[in-house]
């Protein structure tokens, strides 16, 4: 089994998930809404922690061409994508952004 630990937004936090063998430590990028929401200064610098085996994972909803040409520039492992996008779509973006792709599926019925 892998761990994902999501929402982080302290030095203490990340640490303790590398620490702890976590396999992804997650932020959330773009959506302010979110109570785990990080703005872009501090996941700035919580991506510059040494992160040995762990991925780093960076959160988005529905982002703007904007938002992934700027969070692309962090340094994190994967895109874990909110949104309604094709196979295709996706492909592209992994392409543009050298960025894993986690797309995120919300099941309603």
Known sequence: MQAKVCGL????????????????????????KSHRFVNYQIVEQLTKINKKNTAFVGVLVKPSEEELRKFSSLNIDYF??????????????KTKYKKKIIVALQIKQ
């Open 80 to 93: 874990q994508i909110y949104g309604d996008y094709s196979r295709e779509e996706i492909t592209k973006l």
């Open 9 to 32: 937004s302290t030095v203490a936090q990340v640490e303790t998930c590398i620490n702890h063998d976590a396999n992804f430590c997650g932020f959330i990028l773009n959506y302010k």
